[in-house]
T-cell receptor
Framework: SQTIHQWPATLVQPVGSPLSLECTVE??????LYWYRQAAGRGLQLLFY??????ISSEVPQNLSASRPQDRQFILSSKKLLLSDSGFYLC??????????????FGPGTRLTVL | QKEVEQDPGPLSVPEGAIVSLNCTYS??????FMWYRQYSRKGPELLMY????GNKEDGRFTAQVDKSSKYISLFIRDSQPSDSATYLC?????????FGPGTRLSVLP
């Protein structure tokens, strides 16, 4: 079976500090990977998605960046955090698994507070 | 027009009630339709998915898709306090997915 991990679970960072959030997927190969942000009481905002190693598409211009150094690893980064970067960050994967249709599965999330 | 519209609630029902959650969408190209349940401070959990129009039942949950009306529903029978969560609808076509903002449901004992 497939599992998706995210860490850290919670993070409190000062404004202007760097950020690195990591996501890894187990039990599948060549997944599509996604980073979302969910503000309190708001819907999911797609930030980045990747269809393969080194292939990143950005949906929203911002001070965040993403990288995919390995097939099942997705990293969300920032050089200098802003207050507006606070939120709940979710990693997701999708891909054809045996018997399933193409749908997205989410990790447990990282709650980021920028002070 | 938003791609997906969903009543944000909150929706409060007594235990045992039948709950109806709905979404409308605008893109007729969507073929996959999903419902996610998200407990507070957790990642969304896939609850139901359907392909194209029709009904799908899983225990107390029934998902309905009406592509002609661009309308999807999730019904919860015999609702339980443990069903209290935010429910997000989602739809996609290949790599493109869109999510509704979610409906917050409270089932009162």
């Amino acid at each position: 079976s497939q599992t998706i991990h995210q860490w850290p679970a919670t993070l409190v960072q000062p404004v202007g500090s760097p950020l690195s959030l990591e996501c890894t997927v187990e039990g599948t190969s060549n997944p599509n990977l996604y980073w979302y942000r969910q503000a309190a009481g708001r819907g999911l905002q797609l930030l980045f998605y990747s269809v393969g190693i080194g292939q990143i598409s950005s949906e929203v211009p911002q001070n965040l960046s993403a990288s995919r150094p390995q097939d099942r690893q997705f990293i969300l980064s920032s050089k200098k955090l802003l207050l507006s970067d606070s939120g709940f960050y979710l990693c997701a994967w999708s891909g054809w698994t045996s018997g399933d249709t193409d749908t997205q599965y989410f990790g447990p999330g990282t709650r980021l507070t920028v002070l | 027009q938003k791609e997906v519209e969903q009543d944000p609630g909150p929706l409060s029902v007594p235990e045992g009630a039948i709950v109806s959650l709905n979404c409308t969408y605008s893109n007729s190209a969507f073929q996959y339709f999903m419902w996610y349940r998200q407990y507070s401070r957790k990642g969304p959990e896939l609850l139901m998915y359907t392909y194209s129009s029709g009904n799908k039942e899983d225990g107390r949950f029934t998902a309905q898709v009406d592509k002609s009306s661009k309308y999807i529903s999730l019904f919860i029978r015999d609702s339980q306090p443990s069903d209290s969560a935010t429910y997000l609808c989602a739809m996609g076509n290949g790599q493109n997915f869109v999510f509704g903002p979610g409906t917050r449901l409270s089932v009162l004992p």
